[in-house]
């Protein structure tokens, strides 16, 4: 059986030290639970979101900016770099709100690796965007489909994600690949790997398409980057059955698609804004308003959102069951599903 050589790709001089500093340093202190709880002038609330960079990370400050404006509240983003990180503080009720993958919420609520236990008070405020997983290589290569990725160097292991190695092995098999045909490596999470793509370090980085990251690979490797195809075994049936939550889209060209060079079948999941259930149920029924009726303001600014009209915020197949404050909302407004 292959051995996986997993090189550590973390940056050294002290990167790692900085950032545990860091997620220190900014760790909510035990009262901040009770001062976020109800949301009220004076308060300040936190959204919890991936590292700096990410695509959560850019929407959260934007929900950030809009929920202080129309609530009267403080409230920051805050990257915790990893959803492990702060999933279970969202579930205890330690942050009132955060951003994630259906995929992490799903193995959290399950108590899958590397959650130590069911997340089973974790609720979801509204889905916010669809996610389109990429794999992308320099535009000067060889390289178009995910079957040509045989003995290359490939950023298989995210850290910072759990979901992503399973997700990565889905992807393979669509092109009839497996981990053994690769040279897998592992980065915390996706600006590192968009880095390393830089750097040369690597010949394939897996990142979400169409966030900062990519733009800046676009910009910073001569000819640009390129977004792989999926497998030819890449059907919805195929995802459905390997990884429950994901399906094809197709992902098309355009100023914020940096590497997508046509229309190409990629893998797709969800995000949400989630919560837990010991949060304010008025302040998550405050928070679902806001989003909803501002949510063509916000896709304006904010790209990733604009495939997402306003009434798709709530879906019947949500990773956890929706809070009841953002209930009492879609009820009123007619969107919460008959099932």
Do not use: C
């Not at 900016?65 to 205890?92: C, F, K, M, N, W």
């Not at 995802?239 to 355009?254: C, D, F, K, S, W």
């Not at 959102?305 to 209930?327: E, F, K, M, N």
Request: charge should be positive; charged fraction near 20%.
């Amino acid at each position: 059986m292959h051995r996986s050589r997993l090189l550590n790709l973390s940056r050294r001089y002290g990167a790692a030290i900085v950032a545990l500093g860091a997620a220190l340093l900014l760790a909510p202190s035990p009262a901040a639970p009770q001062a976020a709880a109800n949301g009220k002038s004076g308060d300040t609330l936190i959204i919890a979101t991936n590292a700096a960079g990410t695509l959560f990370y850019v929407i959260g400050s934007g929900f950030a900016r809009l929920l202080q404006r129309e609530l009267d509240v403080r409230i920051a983003p805050r990257p915790y770099g990893t959803p492990s990180r702060y999933l279970p503080l969202v579930e205890h009720g330690e942050i009132p709100l955060a951003l994630n993958s259906a995929l992490d919420i799903a193995r959290a609520a399950r108590g899958l690796a590397p959650f130590r236990e069911a997340a089973t008070d974790l609720r979801v405020i509204a889905r916010v965007v669809p996610m389109l997983n990429g794999y992308l290589v320099r535009a000067s290569s060889d390289l178009r489909r995910l079957e040509d990725v045989r003995g290359k160097r490939f950023v298989y292991q995210l850290r910072g994600s759990a979901s992503q190695t399973p997700l990565n092995d889905v992807a393979l098999a669509t092109a009839g690949l497996t981990v053994s045909d690769i040279e897998p490596l592992a980065v915390a999470h996706v600006v590192q790997s968009i880095d390393a793509l830089i750097e040369g370090r690597v010949d394939v980085a897996v990142s979400a398409l169409g966030i900062a990251a990519t733009q800046r690979a676009q910009a910073s490797i001569p000819g640009g980057i390129r977004a792989l195809e999926l497998g030819a075994l890449g059907d919805d049936a195929f995802l459905a059955a390997h990884m429950p939550g994901t399906r094809v889209a197709i992902a098309n060209p355009g100023p914020n698609m940096a590497g997508v060079e046509r229309p190409m079948r990629v893998i797709a999941y969800d995000g949400y804004l989630d919560t837990s259930r010991h949060s304010d149920e008025a302040l998550i029924y405050r928070v679902t308003r806001t989003l909803h009726r501002n949510w063509q303001a916000l896709q304006q600014d904010y790209p990733a959102l604009r495939a997402l009209p306003a009434d798709a915020l709530v879906t019947a197949d949500s990773p956890v069951p929706y809070h009841p404050g953002a209930i009492r909302y879609y009820r009123e407004v007619g969107l919460w599903p008959a099932q």
